[in-house]
């Protein structure tokens, strides 16, 4: 079965960290661009960032930019999300996918992974 699965998500104080982890399984994610994904309460699901399956290049929403880092273990199987200088508004539940398509074009979404900012 071919799968991501998301961890990582957790409480933390504004201004701190967290490392979200983008796991595939049943897969190599070599081939794949992985974007990252979130949806806050009462808003519509956006796309945070993705990474290249080629030369490792990299986009960020605007909100994020300077803030987030995207990168990806091939190695591991795993793509990561590192947040930094975490604002409340980050708060969300955070998905990744394979490929960096609009969000309404993707039919599944796994778990999540939730993160709260909050003092």
């Known amino acids: 079965q071919l799968q991501l699965v998301e961890s990582g998500g957790g409480l933390v104080q504004p201004g701190g960290s967290l490392r979200l982890s983008c796991a595939a399984s049943?897969?190599?994610?070599?081939?794949?661009?992985i974007g990252w994904f979130r949806q806050a309460p009462g808003k519509e699901r956006e796309g945070v960032s993705c990474?290249?399956?080629?030369?490792?290049?990299?986009y960020y929403a605007d909100s994020v930019k300077g803030r987030f880092t995207i990168s990806r273990d091939n190695a591991k199987n795993t793509v990561y999300l590192q947040m930094n200088s975490l604002k409340p508004e980050d708060t969300a539940v955070y998905y990744c996918?394979?490929?960096?398509?609009?969000?309404?074009?993707?039919?599944?979404w796994g778990q999540g992974t939730q993160v709260t900012v909050s003092s």
């Open positions: 996918a394979a490929d960096c398509r609009p969000v309404s074009t993707y039919d599944y």
């Open positions: 990474i290249s399956s080629s030369d490792g290049s990299t």
């Open positions: 049943g897969f190599t994610l070599d081939y794949y661009a």
